[in-house]
């Protein structure tokens, strides 16, 4: 009987016989199967309408169970805090459970109607690990850790033909951060929260300005309670029931209580203006934020990385960032159907790069994204996998002229157990020169840097003016309906391409004249318009955010 496996493979895989839930699959392991990219694995949400589809479903059935959950957790703990509260503090749980747990029964769904007629063992995994906090647990995830593969065994379970052995598994591992939860003390939480945004510099005099802000009420948040298990069918309903039963963070679960008790210690202050980030992992300052909501505090959240604007399906930012008193954005005023009280500004971070662009370090430079083999995140990266091929297509269609010249920016180390991807590329490219190190100067003195997907790096090349090419999967990062035209106007001035090969034969036409193509009329003028809503950068920022605090 061939084997499925549902967690790492072991060194008795055999590619032509066994089979393989997911890419994680390989993580680690990839010496054991040198082309595990190759292999079929299940996508279910690819399509760009069904990505958005999905991606907003499962983000409207975290928000219906946060009211479910609010109502236990109330009469649990003796108190009386409505759903806004709770939906600070239980969002991101419900979220990620959520969205995993869906991705991965559809997963298993298709792999059985697929594997017709075949039987399997598959060692399952019968008990769940403790999940310490919030954090600890979308670390989990993002690194396929044994609460992820303990998802994928219930989604098997319930969803495995009679024909299939479910082995039992041995000793279940701990969690890479299994821990006792230590929240911050109160004193670190108020400071993170005030201007915890990349990138930003003149703090003190962005805080006392604040502090002299004139006090005004917070604007009202809104949250809809309603019946939104439309889409699902009733098995993943019970089965993610019957998971968050085993799931929820024991921060909240075992310690609510201490942690309430601490967050009463803060000095909360109706009308209070702070800016920063609030979709935070950490169970005592999400009750912190949510008591300051609750108390009149107004928060205005700030963009601090890419696809915020023009992303498609963006459920997460819209439910725990949009929502509060004001968005600070790049430019943009609107983001598709979402809700927001969005206010443009140059943003501070770009300041060290507008126009910066010098040209004195030669070469061609591709900058890399992020390695990760799981779908954490149905709004955020499509199948790596898939990915991941279409930057080989890339590198072997490079010419051996501007191979020459050429070099790979990895991405940093984030995940811990993510794929090799330098070790795997060597192996098929050892003629291109592997980088990292200081990504800003390197984007100011390349000749021409590539971008094979959206990042906070594209924005600074652009505003840099460095000679910039990007290409993507417009299905695969899709767009809101009211940015097609931003990015229709790169596409026309030969600077955003949709397929690899496109981009490459652009590539072959510029080469040798990059500074001529890139200082062109078209491309410049495009350039300009992009930025105006995407990249806004102004060396005056500061009285800009002056006036616009004022009148917050």
């Known amino acids: 009987m061939r084997k499925l496996y549902i ?6 895989f055999a590619p032509a016989d066994d089979e393989v839930l997911g890419a994680w699959c390989f993580q680690g392991r990839e010496d054991v199967h040198p ?7 299940i996508t279910p949400f690819l399509e760009r309408d069904v990505r958005i589809r999905n991606g907003h479903m499962t983000a409207a059935l975290a928000e219906h ?28 749980w419900l979220f990620y459970i959520t969205q995993n747990l869906w991705t991965l029964y ?12 075949d039987a ?26 044994p609460i992820f593969v303990w998802l994928a065994s219930q989604a098997v379970r319930a969803l495995a033909p009679e024909s299939w052995v479910i082995e039992e598994p041995d000793a279940i591992p701990t969690l890479r951060h299994a821990r006792r939860y230590e929240p911050p003390p109160i004193s670190v939480i108020r400071q993170q929260l005030k201007l915890s945004i990349p990138g930003f510099f003149a703090r003190n005099a962005i805080r006392a300005c604040l502090m002299l802000a004139p006090k005004r009420r917070s604007r009202a948040l809104v949250f809809d309670t309603g019946n939104q298990v439309n889409g699902f069918p009733k098995a993943f309903l019970q089965l993610l029931s019957d998971v968050l039963d085993v799931t929820i963070p024991s921060s909240i679960e075992q310690r609510f209580a201490e942690l309430d008790a601490m967050s009463d210690g803060v000095n909360y202050r109706p009308g209070r203006l702070t800016l920063g980030r609030y979709d935070t992992l950490d169970e005592l300052t999400s009750i912190v934020v949510a008591k300051a909501l609750k108390h009149g505090e107004r928060f205005v959240s700030v963009q601090h990385g890419t696809a915020y604007g023009f992303s498609g399906v963006m459920p997460y930012v819209a439910a725990m960032e949009y929502q509060h008193h004001a968005f600070i954005t790049w430019g943009w005023m609107r983001h598709g159907d979402y809700g927001g009280n969005f206010v443009p500004l140059p943003f501070p971070g770009f300041a060290r790069f507008f126009g910066k662009h010098h040209g004195e370090g030669a070469g061609i430079m591709l900058v890399g994204g992020c ?49 090799d991807e330098e070790g795997s590329l060597k192996t098929y490219y050892p003629e291109i020169e592997f980088v990292c190190g200081n990504l800003d100067e390197a984007i100011l003195g390349c000749e021409l840097v590539i971008f094979d997907h959206p990042s906070t790096a594209m924005h600074n090349a652009l505003v840099a003016n460095s000679p910039c090419m990007l290409f993507w999967n417009p299905s695969w990062w899709p767009l809101s309906a009211d940015k097609e035209g931003d990015f229709n106007t790169l596409r026309q001035a030969g600077i955003l391409f949709d397929t690899p090969q496109d981009a490459l034969r652009h590539l072959d036409v510029i080469e040798g004249n990059v500074a001529a193509w890139w200082q062109s009329d078209p491309v410049q003028e495009a350039r300009r318009l992009w930025l105006v809503a995407h990249g806004r950068a102004d060396a005056s920022w500061f009285w800009n955010w002056v006036k616009a605090i004022w009148r917050l």
């Open 106 to 117: 559809r997963v298993v769904e298709d792999f059985v109607d697929r594997e017709k007629g």
């Open 371 to 419: 390695p990760m083999a799981t779908d954490a995140r149905i709004d955020i990266f499509p199948s790596y996998t898939l990915y991941y091929r279409q930057k080989m297509e890339f590198l072997s269609g490079l010419s051996s002229k501007i191979k020459e010249r050429f070099q790979y920016r990895l991405y940093p180390q984030v995940y811990p157990d993510a794929f």
């Open 35 to 41: 082309r595990w990219f190759a292999h079929d694995f």
């Open 7 to 12: 967690g790492r493979i072991d060194d008795g």
């Open 65 to 92: 169970l946060v009211a479910q959950n609010a109502k236990k957790l109330n009469a649990r703990f003796g108190v009386d805090y409505d759903a806004l509260f709770w939906k600070q503090v239980l969002y991101n």
């Open 120 to 145: 399997f063992v598959v060692k399952g995994a019968e008990d769940a690990p403790p999940v310490s906090d919030t954090l600890a647990l979308v670390d989990d995830l993002y690194n396929a850790g």
